[in-house]
């Protein structure tokens, strides 16, 4: 039985799998199977030491990887239930549901996603008649979250007595504290909780709830945590904090690839854990069994230029293979048209379209291989599932979900009139006022509210009687017949036909499939509830995938995964690296996320980028990350023009716009003295400068006239 656990392992990777008491890090660099080693464990601990799955909480970075994970543990342990293999917002999803009476939330408390906290945050700039010049949407979003990340807000906000939230409202001198008060008041009266909410909640019980947290500390006996090097304080907190019973505490990452720094992830809890855990032990892998050696050589020469990271040996398992093909195209359509014909040999040699991948480094930049592929009617799945998820008519049928499941008001006001029922601004003024004088949920007040004469003439009452009936009936139903007698009976369906919206109504077959799906590979009741709470955190890296389709994607997203055939499009100076980077630091972490790319090839990698539409003006060239490889290790459709080299010395990309200092920079502006500027704000035009004699921060025109010291 050992020998099927281990025996296709190699002896680091078996040390990693069995020592299983205690702090251990797994430190090794890009398909060395470090996610390999971490699920075997899993397996290894259920099998070889009997432990109860359900004693395990084994932490992926997307709910995707985590639904990789579980098909392959499945696979090796069927039939059993698989406990916790989640991401850490998930897992803090699950601890809610069970513990957050402790703070006076009813279990329904309803996730709220991105797009939720723009909905409410729209509804309060309007409702407070903010505008767009005083402050945006995005930024208020912004401000809130990081105002959350530093202030233990979890105490006021659980206070049963909201008025001194209302009061902080009133009291709020500046707009963006008067948003903030109205956020926190408008999902605490709803019991909504955003991403941020979830992850400090789950500390702020575990912390303060003894019976809490040792249940869960003595419940979760073995804790797994993969792509540990970009963890951010909070989850590294929780993770500290779940594992301190038992002390079987389990990582592993690469340094090299930290990418979200961005966000908030943080290196050092890698690179420190056996400074913090000294009775820890450590494993390196050196071993690669991903990709050729000439790909590996290339990622192996780029990567040794930054000057902050451990040095770490990645050797190939897998030799032959060809360097990566390099190609510098004229203009954008013959990068593209370049692309797919190598993608068309392939297809043509018997690959599946699966087995290819398109990396970029933003988003925008899959135009143009989007539309040879459907010239060329290449199959291909563009991940990009933040679009999905946020297009308006799933999120109108995964309010009307939730509307039987928790009746918030955020979803009551995104369903009751859609399709119409009449119930416009003026009787949802109504009922909002009847509301606040009640202390009842909009829905509730509705429904004592039907016999009224302002709701004659609406369709109010279907609405409710819609709601109450599959209230009433969705315990025992399965999701996707739930979903379709929703799709029916609201009327929603046939008003998608009526409006002629067929790309809409393909959209509502995506989400059933994906549904199906679902349940499909649950392979365990699933809830209504524990399907929402999904839904709600699907991001970007979520995006269901098509088989036999070719994948384009960010390399962010990218991370974790491996393809035979890797292009790398757009490799040009200002898009990789992101002329956004303006720090050395910054500049690394794009060097870091360009080894990330490189390392996901298995068989082929190509390089492309193109100079851009001609009477642009600016002039494009190739990726300093193209000359950091070493033109040695790479093959050039064309030799490289020597024109198109950089200049030697270019420690950063070119400044930006108007901005003649960079973040770091020490300036001298002439009232306020001294300062170091902190960052650049591209959209208002101006730096945030920390001056010496001020506590807070300023925000300071680009145009204004500065000294540098
Ligand atoms: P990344 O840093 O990109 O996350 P990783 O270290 O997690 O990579 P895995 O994805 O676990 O690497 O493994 C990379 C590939 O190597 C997978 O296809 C895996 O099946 C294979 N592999 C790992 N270990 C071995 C081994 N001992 N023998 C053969 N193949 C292996
Ligand atoms: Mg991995």
Not at 151 to 161: R, S
Not at 226 to 250: R, T, V
């Amino acid at each position: 039985m050992l020998e099927k656990l281990l025996g296709d392992l190699n002896e680091a990777q078996r040390e990693a799998v069995t020592a299983t008491e205690g702090y251990v890090r797994v430190v090794a660099g890009a398909g060395t199977g470090k996610t390999k080693t971490l699920s075997r464990r899993f397996v290894y601990l259920a099998e070889g030491l009997g432990i109860s799955p359900a004693s395990i909480l084994c932490v992926t970075f997307t709910n995707q990887a985590a639904a990789e994970m579980k098909r392959r543990i499945r696979a090796l342990l069927p039939g059993r239930d698989l406990g916790y293999i989640c991401t850490f917002h998930s897992f803090a999803v699950t601890l809610l549901r069970e513990d957050c009476h402790v703070v006076q939330y009813p279990e329904t408390f309803t996730v709220l996603d991105n797009a939720d906290k723009e909905d409410i945050l729209k509804e309060i700039f309007s409702d407070l008649g903010i505008t767009s010049r005083e402050l945006t949407v995005r930024d208020a979003s912004d401000y809130i979250g990081a105002w959350k990340g530093g202030h233990d807000y979890v105490p006021t906000l659980i206070d049963p007595d909201l008025t001194k939230l209302t009061n902080a409202v009133e009291a709020a001198q500046e707009v963006r504290q008067r948003v903030l008060w109205r956020y926190l008041y408008e999902t605490r009266k709803t019991f909504g909780l955003d991403f941020d909410d979830l992850i400090y909640f789950a500390l702020h019980i575990l912390r303060r709830d003894k019976e809490s947290r040792e249940k869960w500390q003595g419940r979760l006996e073995y804790i797994l945590v993969d792509e540990y090097q970009d963890i951010d304080k909070d989850e590294y907190a929780l993770s500290e904090l779940l594992a301190g019973e038992h002390h079987n505490l389990f990582v592993v990452g690469d340094p090299d690839q930290t990418i979200y720094t961005f966000r908030g992830a943080d290196v050092r809890f890698i690179l420190d854990f056996q400074t913090v855990h000294p009775e820890g032990q450590t494993v390196f892998l050196r071993e690669n069994y991903r990709s050729r050696a000439p790909i590996l050589t290339a990622a192996n020469a780029l990567i040794a230029h930054n000057t902050q990271r451990l040095e770490k040996e990645l050797i190939p398992t897998l030799a032959g293979g060809q360097k990566p093909l390099y190609y510098h195209a004229p203009i954008p359509e013959a990068e593209a048209g370049w692309v797919v014909e190598k993608i068309r040999d392939r297809l043509d040699a018997g690959d599946d379209p699966g087995s290819i991948a398109i990396l970029y480094r933003a988003h925008h930049q899959s135009r143009s291989f989007e539309e040879a592929l459907m010239r060329s009617k290449i199959p291909y799945t563009l991940y990009n599932g933040v679009e999905f998820y946020r297009r308006k008519e799933i999120k109108d049928v995964l309010g009307y979900l939730r509307m039987i499941f928790a009746g918030d008001d955020l979803s009551f006001l995104r369903t009751v009139n859609e399709p119409r029922r009449s119930m416009g601004k003026k009787r949802i003024s109504f009922l909002r006022e009847q509301a606040v004088h009640s202390g009842k949920s909009l829905y509730d007040t509705l429904k004592s509210s039907l016999g009224l004469p302002l709701f004659q003439g609406t369709r109010a009452r279907d609405y409710v009687s819609l709601i109450e009936e599959l209230r009433a009936a969705w315990k025992g139903m399965k999701l996707t017949d739930l979903l379709s007698r929703l799709l029916a009976e609201s009327g929603y369906e046939e008003y998608l036909r009526l409006c002629g919206a067929q790309d809409r109504l393909d959209n509502l077959s995506e989400l059933k499939q994906s549904i199906f799906d679902y349940e499909a590979s649950a392979g365990e009741d699933v809830t209504l509830g524990e399907y929402l709470d999904l839904a709600a955190l699907f991001t970007d890296l979520d995006r269901k995938e098509k088989t036999r389709s070719v994948r384009l994607m960010t390399v962010h997203a990218a991370k974790g995964l491996e393809f035979p055939t890797v292009f790398l499009a757009g490799f040009n100076e200002g898009s990789f690296p992101s002329r956004k980077v303006l720090t050395p630091e910054g500049l690394e972490e794009e060097r870091r996320l360009c080894y990330v790319a490189y390392t996901r090839a298995g068989e082929r990698l190509y390089l492309s980028d193109t100079e851009g539409p001609l009477g642009a003006g600016s002039l494009r060239l190739p990726s300093r990350f193209l000359f950091d490889t070493g033109e040695e290790n790479l093959d050039f459709v064309e030799p490289l023009d020597p024109s198109l080299r950089l200049p030697d010395a270019l420690p950063l990309p070119p400044l930006v716009g108007n901005f003649a200092f960079r973040p770091g920079d020490r300036v001298k502006h002439p009232i306020l003295g001294s300062g170091t500027v902190e960052a650049l704000d591209e959209e208002k035009k101006a730096y945030r400068i920390r001056f010496d004699q001020l506590t807070t921060p300023r925000s300071i025109a680009a145009g204004m006239k500065l000294e540098k010291l």
